[in-house]
C-alpha cells in the first residue's frame, strides 16, 4: 500500500539554525499538508498546498517557515531560524483531493536546544 | 473558527466492552475525520465522514451535520486498540483538531 515517508525521523539543531524537513507525498495525490504537535498538545494545522502554491496557512505559519515542492516527488518544509518552541513532532500528509481522505507520514521529531 | 471537542478525554475500559467516544463542532464542515495515534506518534486515518454511517471491521462511525456531532464506536474493544483517538474537521484545506481521547483497553 502506498504510504506517505518522512526524513529524518528525528532532528536535534541549535536555536537559530535553518532546518529542512522532508516529504515524500503518495505520488499520485495533489493536496499537500504540514502539521505539528508539541509534546501532550494537539495537532494543529500549518499550511496547505496545491498547484505548486501555498492554498492556505494558519497563525502559526509566519516568515520563518517556508514550504516547497522542489521537484516532482518531495514537499519540504523550512524553518529559517530554529526557536525552542519550535520543538514539536512534524507532520506531512497528502490527499487525492479537498476534503479527501488525508494520509499521514510517520512524522519527524524536531527538538531545538 | 471551528471549536471541536472531544469527550471523554480518557477512557478505560475492559476487553470485549463497547466504546463509544463523541466528537462536536461549532461550525458546518466539508467532512470529518477520525484518526488514531499510536504511542509512538504516528497518525492513522480511519474513517473520514461527511453524513451518515461508516463501518469499518469493528468500529463504525456516525455523523449527525444537523446536530454538529459525530461519534466513533468500537465493538469488542481489545487491548491493541488502546490508543489516541482524534476527531478534526475540514474547513476549506485546513483540519481543526480536537484534543482526543486516549483509550486503554485491560485485558
Known amino acids: 500500500e502506498p504510504e506517505v515517508t518522512q526524513t529524518p525521523s528525528h532532528q536535534v539543531t541549535q536555536m537559530g539554525q535553518e532546518v529542512i524537513l522532508r516529504c515524500v507525498p503518495i505520488?499520485?495525490?495533489?493536496?499537500f499538508y504540514w502539521y505539528r504537535q508539541i509534546l501532550g498538545q494537539k495537532v494543529e494545522f500549518l499550511v496547505s498546498f496545491y498547484n505548486n502554491e501555498i492554498s492556505e496557512k494558519s497563525e502559526i505559519f509566519d516568515d520563518q517557515f517556508s514550504v516547497e515542492r522542489p521537484d516532482g516527488s518531495n514537499f519540504t518544509l523550512k524553518i529559517r531560524s530554529t526557536k525552542l518552541e519550535d520543538s514539536a513532532m512534524y507532520f506531512c500528509?497528502?490527499?487525492?483531493?479537498?476534503?479527501?481522505?488525508?494520509?499521514f507520514g510517520p512524522g519527524t521529531r524536531l527538538t531545538v536546544t | 473558527k471551528n471549536e471541536v471537542e472531544q469527550s471523554p478525554q480518557n477512557l478505560t475500559a475492559q476487553e470485549g466492552e463497547f466504546i463509544t467516544i463523541n466528537c462536536s463542532y461549532s461550525v458546518g464542515i466539508s467532512a470529518l475525520h477520525w484518526l488514531q495515534q499510536h504511542p509512538g506518534g504516528g497518525i492513522v486515518s480511519l474513517f473520514m465522514?461527511?453524513?451518515g454511517k461508516k463501518k469499518h471491521g469493528r468500529l463504525i462511525a456516525t455523523i449527525n451535520i444537523q446536530e454538529k456531532h459525530s461519534s466513533l464506536h468500537i465493538t469488542a474493544s481489545h487491548p491493541r486498540d488502546s490508543a489516541v483517538y482524534i476527531c478534526a474537521v475540514n474547513n476549506g484545506y485546513q483540519l481543526t483538531f480536537g484534543k482526543g481521547t486516549k483509550l486503554s483497553v485491560i485485558p
Open positions: 465522514l461527511s453524513s
Open positions: 500528509a497528502s490527499s487525492e483531493g479537498l476534503s479527501y481522505e488525508q494520509y
Open positions: 505520488s499520485n495525490h495533489l493536496y
